[in-house]
């Protein structure tokens, strides 16, 4: 049995032409489905196109209003309703979140996005930082972050609770 994992979103083709570790992981990855030869080809076929679409939506740089984000939204739902429909001899094989390429660094990292069933279990809570980031460039991929605060506690709530100082002061 595998560890649980998140589910990559690495199928759009405008992520392929700058991250050649994503280009290697779907051509493997189509590679390997169609290998072991358990659905046809021609569903396979359509199953890439679907995805890519979907990885399209997640890789999407114009975002013009909150109506960009629907896409994306119901592909992660609907993942979610998938992991409630696995059999229990299979809960290794349920997804704890999704991973997709970052927009913002123009590719060249990623985001990890998890659901929030049971968050507890799946990350062990370190340090928080409170950060201001200015300047973006969209076209570069670069970005300024100033670190204001540094975590002092949680409270019985859960909250962050800030230190007091500017971090680094």
């Not at 409630?84 to 979140?97: T, V």
């Not at 570069?140 to 859960?158: C, K, Q, R, W």
Request: hydrophobic letters at 35%; proline letters at 2%; one cysteine or more.
């Amino acid at each position: 049995m595998r560890a649980r994992s998140n589910a990559p979103l690495y199928y759009s083709e405008n992520v392929i032409k700058v991250r050649k570790d994503i280009e290697a992981y779907k051509t493997g990855n189509k590679k390997q489905q169609r290998e072991w030869n358990k659905v046809s080809h021609a569903t396979l076929d359509v199953s890439d196109l679907i995805l890519e679409f979907f990885c399209d939506e997640f890789s999407k740089s114009n975002i013009e209003s909150e109506n960009d984000y629907k896409f994306s939204v119901s592909y992660t739902r609907r993942l979610q309703q998938a992991n409630k429909a696995i059999a229990p001899q299979f809960e290794s094989e349920k997804f704890n979140g999704i991973v997709y390429p970052s927009v913002a660094l123009k590719f060249a990292g990623d985001n990890v996005a998890l659901f929030d069933e049971n968050l507890y279990n799946k990350i062990k809570f370190k340090t928080a930082y409170e950060v201001v980031s200015t300047h973006f460039d969209f076209n570069v991929g670069t970005l300024n972050s100033f670190f204001l605060h540094e975590i002092e506690s949680l409270d019985a709530d859960g909250n962050l609770v800030w230190n007091k100082n500017i971090y680094g002061h």
